[in-house]
């Protein structure tokens, strides 16, 4: 498959065909996991090339065979909003409607009771694997030859690189937080150079007390002033009041799933907390994501009602307390070669959050909890201790074996704590595996080398 960058949206049209085949392939359940666990796997399983990447990457991504059937339906209904995201993405200019580029901690749900078309522009930093690693290292490598700065996160290369390579759509907005990190506070700042469009920064507290939540409420509520006259609509609250309803139906079963990884065999797999998580930066507060939400929950409480785990044999129990790999689904690859999963994430984990729905105050002040509460935007705002108390709970609740830290080299607010998380794992004795790696960039250290050294970590300390 011949992709070229001068085409319009290429990852966008890519990874839209590629869910609706897989969307239309698990219609077949048994037959589909069979075709993949013993004629797909085989192929593409030692390592990515050329001819398998654009195929390899997204069946590792989703789990492969470890997608269990009974698990179809609830990955259908994700694929299905997938799908659409990237569809309207891809016909952004057919469909007429407002662009307008979120930064990936921003939830989209707000945009959701406006007419636009929402573009998150982290996502081609992650999407552009799909085509193959070589790809994704193509816009990191323009971005830094057009001058942004190496040290950069390269999800943030990424969304610089996909407006200069036409990857993305043309912003009428720009809207994003300024958590967690410095890199999208200076992107953001780049990109609206860059474009010339109109953005708005909603300043995130460094506290978590009540002054700091009304302070982050506040900003919501300009928010919405903002859009309404920059877009020359009127929010629509019978569309919200539904979006909020949805995302209390998602948030409720992924905080459930995410506290059932703490059974011992876990019947939950952090492949289920992923792919919502992936939902959930694009599709937050859609019918398919709470619809999905639902189904998995639906499977893994049945495994835990019968003391069955997700994994057939679970041999180790991780901890992964960074942003996962997105280049390669190393999770996928770690369940099947050492029946080891993982059973908390900094990524995937959900927290219990209800938003009141009885009025449009609750509504926005349960938005802004939901939002400022989301993954990595409740750790990467404050103190140290915002990341290192939950880690202690995790460490304490969720018997794990060992603890493994990806060190993704754009989240230098990770390293800069990294000590701090060393100190812990000595003293609760959990064995700590702290790769070097670049979450988007496989040429960082490749997916061959990262699988050595777990291999070489699990031996070293018994685990395998």
Wanted: proline fraction near 3%.
């Amino acid at each position: 498959m011949i992709i070229k960058w001068s085409d319009n949206h290429p990852a966008h049209r890519h990874v839209k065909r590629m869910i609706q085949l897989i969307g239309i392939l698990i219609r077949f359940g048994k037959i589909t996991q069979l075709f993949v666990k013993y004629i797909l796997e085989p192929l593409l399983k030692k390592k990515e090339t050329k001819y398998n990447s654009w195929l390899r990457q997204i069946i590792v991504f989703i789990g492969g065979s470890n997608l269990r059937p009974e698990e179809y339906p609830a990955a259908g209904h994700l694929t299905k909003e997938l799908a659409d995201y990237f569809r309207r993405i891809t016909q952004s200019k057919k469909l007429g409607k407002p662009v307008i580029w979120v930064d990936w901690c921003f939830s989209t749900e707000l945009l959701r009771a406006f007419d636009v078309v929402t573009y998150v522009c982290e996502a081609p930093a992650l999407i552009s694997n799909f085509l193959g690693t070589r790809k994704a290292s193509m816009l990191v490598e323009k971005a830094e030859m057009e001058g942004v700065p190496i040290e950069l996160c390269s999800a943030s290369k990424g969304a610089v690189a996909a407006y200069l390579l036409k990857e993305a759509p043309d912003p009428d907005l720009i809207l994003s937080t300024s958590h967690p990190c410095d890199s999208t506070a200076s992107l953001y700042k780049l990109l609206q150079y860059m474009t010339g469009a109109t953005t708005y920064t909603i300043d995130t507290p460094y506290w978590d007390d009540k002054e700091s939540f009304e302070y982050y409420t506040n900003s919501m509520r300009r928010l919405i002033q903002f859009l309404e006259k920059n877009l020359d609509q009127k929010i629509n609250w019978e569309i919200l009041k539904h979006v909020c309803e949805n995302i209390n139906t998602a948030n409720y079963y992924m905080s459930e799933l995410t506290e059932m990884c703490r059974a011992v065999p876990s019947p939950v797999s952090v492949l289920h907390l992923l792919l919502l998580w992936l939902g959930r930066t694009v599709t937050y507060g859609s019918d398919g994501l709470a619809e999905a939400a639902k189904g998995f929950y639906t499977v893994a409480k049945a495994r835990f009602d019968k003391k069955e785990g997700h994994l057939a044999n679970e041999r180790i129990r991780i901890i992964w307390w960074d942003i996962s790999l997105g280049f390669y689904n190393i999770h996928t690859w770690l369940e099947q070669e050492f029946g080891a999963i993982t059973v908390a994430d900094l990524i995937g984990r959900a927290e219990h959050l209800h938003i009141d729905t009885s009025s449009r105050e609750s509504m926005i002040e349960g938005l802004a909890m939901t939002n400022i509460n989301a993954p990595m935007g409740r750790h990467m705002r404050g103190p140290a201790e915002f990341v290192t108390d939950e880690f202690e709970r995790i460490i304490k609740g969720y018997t794990a074996d060992c603890f493994i830290f990806s060190q993704h080299t754009g989240c230098t607010h990770e390293w800069a704590i990294m000590k701090i998380i060393k100190d812990i794992c000595g003293k609760t004795g959990l064995p700590a595996l702290f790769l070097d790696a670049d979450s988007f960039d496989a040429r960082h250290t490749s997916e061959q080398q990262i699988k050595k050294i777990i291999r070489e970590f699990f031996m070293n300390h018994g685990l395998a």
